[in-house]
Nanobody, 123 residues
Framework: QVQLIESGGGLVQAGGSLRLSCTVT????????VGWFRQAPGKDREFVAA????????IYADSVKGRFTISKVKPGNTAYLQMNMLKPEDTAVYYC????????????????WGQGTQVTVSS
């Protein structure tokens, strides 16, 4: 059983910053990657960023590149998403997820998901 606990969401003004955390517990030995996704009202859940759990490789959606940074602390199995220069269009519920298959942007390849944390950016 794998559990993901997210925290760090909230309300921030445009141009501000937030840091999201995702702690993974349980059967983590097969974890290949941790990803962040987001879902705005009325829209599909979309990829934001991912980090390879066995290396330093990272990938980002074009919409957040240069503003968001994904990182990890392996002792404790925690991943972070540092979000800077936030825009109103970043408003969404943010989910972290783990993949036992691949370091990928593909939502379908992430098996385990957190409950989500709300990020609201006011203009």
């Amino acid at each position: 059983q794998v559990q993901l606990i997210e925290s760090g969401g909230g309300l921030v003004q445009a141009g501000g910053s937030l840091r999201l955390s995702c702690t993974v517990t349980g059967r983590t030995y097969s974890m290949y990657a941790v990803g962040w996704f987001r879902q705005a009202p009325g829209k599909d859940r979309e990829f934001v960023a991912a980090i390879d759990w066995t290396s330093t490789k990272t990938i980002y959606a074009d919409s957040v590149k240069g503003r968001f940074t994904i990182s990890k602390v392996k002792p404790g199995n925690t991943a972070y998403l540092q979000m800077n220069m936030l825009k109103p269009e970043d408003t969404a519920v943010y989910y972290c997820a783990t993949s036992d298959q691949s370091f990928t942007r593909a939502r379908a390849l992430y098996e385990h998901w957190g409950q989500g944390t709300q990020v609201t950016v006011s203009s």
